[in-house]
């Protein structure tokens, strides 16, 4: 089988790392071809490290017609019009969270792509974590029972609250939010994959409160609760600017439960611990996930989880989690 020839736009900041993976960790199954990004800079850094060309503009990049896939780690505001002009380009997309800045462009690159026949794929590398894997395979297995509560938190402080720089993140018309959509996005997309889609969301978030010397207009600590179409109910804390640190996904069920951070997994049965072993991983979460991408390419098999239904729905919670918190009422989804 051919090597898969990619690029990436926008490769200043995990941009660039995820390049870097593809390049380094998978190149029995990637080549790289050329980067851009729209800081001349940055873009030819990234190409020399590489020994590629650099682009500047990412339509004359997309048209080149010597690429398969193209990575992409973009302010979130682009991604409605970047990810769909790839498409049309005859281009496979890796992007990275979250999946569209509105539901509106979520929408319009969904169709972009059913209409391209390419693949959609978004990153979200906490599914490739063996902690969370075996979560997973346990949750699905149904031994916990009805799952009557869920919670997941997702608390850290990011570099850009500490120095005040909250650069296009702190644009809400350039990113969308940060607490719900951005930081929160990791939490809402594992917790979506063990629990499946609420049929109604309360959120609460918080601004200009935990960070004074930043300016910024978006929300950077958010409150959701979660009603499951089952009965159960749910919660997520979202904070972007605090420590201690956490990633968390804990179920209750009816006959036991289950506690990750993504590096250890706790599962009891009614009160009795049960032994988990993790199997090593053969590849850290990131590249597995990039190999995960080539073998989506490969198969013409849109993935299960990191493909555009999943990518749609988790975005329909996140946009009730906005307008709850801004009518505040119950959004019903
Ligand atoms: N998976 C994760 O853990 C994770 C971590 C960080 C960021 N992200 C996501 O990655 C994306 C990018 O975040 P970041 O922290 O790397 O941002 P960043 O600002 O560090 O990097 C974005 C890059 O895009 C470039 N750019 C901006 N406009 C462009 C344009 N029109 N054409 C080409 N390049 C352009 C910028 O010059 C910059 O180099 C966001 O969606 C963010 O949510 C994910």
């Not at 020839?5 to 390049?19: L, T």
């Not at 199954?29 to 980067?35: E, I």
């Not at 950077?220 to 009965?231: C, H, N, R």
Request: glycine share 12%; charged share 25%.
């Amino acid at each position: 089988m051919s090597k898969i020839r990619i690029g990436a736009i926008g490769v200043g900041g995990i941009g660039g790392h995820q390049f870097r993976v593809a390049v380094n960790n998978c190149s029995d199954l990637m080549q790289p071809v050329a980067v851009c990004d729209n800081n001349a800079e940055i873009a030819k850094r990234v190409a020399e490290e590489f020994k590629v060309e650099a682009h500047t503009d990412y339509k004359e990049f997309c048209k080149r017609g010597d690429m398969d896939a193209v990575i992409m780690a973009l302010p979130h505001y682009l991604y409605g019009e970047v990810v769909t002009f790839a498409l049309e380009c005859g281009l496979h997309v890796f992007k990275e969270k979250p999946f569209a800045k509105t539901l509106s462009d979520a929408k319009m690159m969904v169709d972009c792509a059913k209409k391209s026949g390419k693949q959609l794929f978004l990153a979200g590398q906490n599914k490739y974590s063996s902690a969370f894997i075996k979560g997973k395979e346990i949750v699905d297995s149904g031994a916990l029972g009805d799952l009557f509560l869920t919670r997941g938190a997702i608390i850290y402080r990011w570099g850009g609250a500490i120095d005040g720089n909250w650069s296009w993140r702190g644009v809400e018309k350039l990113s969308g939010g940060v607490a719900i959509i951005d930081a929160g996005w990791h939490i809402l997309d594992m917790v979506h994959w063990y629990r499946g889609m609420p049929s109604a969301v309360y959120a609460s978030t918080g601004a200009m409160k935990g960070a004074p010397k930043a300016e910024y207009d978006v929300d950077d600590k958010a409150v959701l609760i979660l009603e499951y179409p089952d009965g159960g109910i749910g919660s997520i804390v979202s904070c972007y600017i605090t420590l201690p640190g956490e990633m968390r996904v804990t179920l209750h069920g009816t006959n036991g439960c289950l506690d990750s951070n993504g590096g250890n997994l706790t599962y009891m049965i009614g009160e009795k611990s049960q032994e988990v072993t993790l199997p090593p991983q053969e590849f850290d979460p990131i590249t597995a996930q990039m190999r995960h991408f080539a073998d989506v390419i490969n198969t013409g098999k849109e993935s299960e989880i990191a493909g555009t239904k999943r990518a749609y729905e988790v975005m329909q919670i996140v946009d009730a989690g906005y307008r709850s918190a801004m009518e505040r009422t119950r959004i019903e989804i």
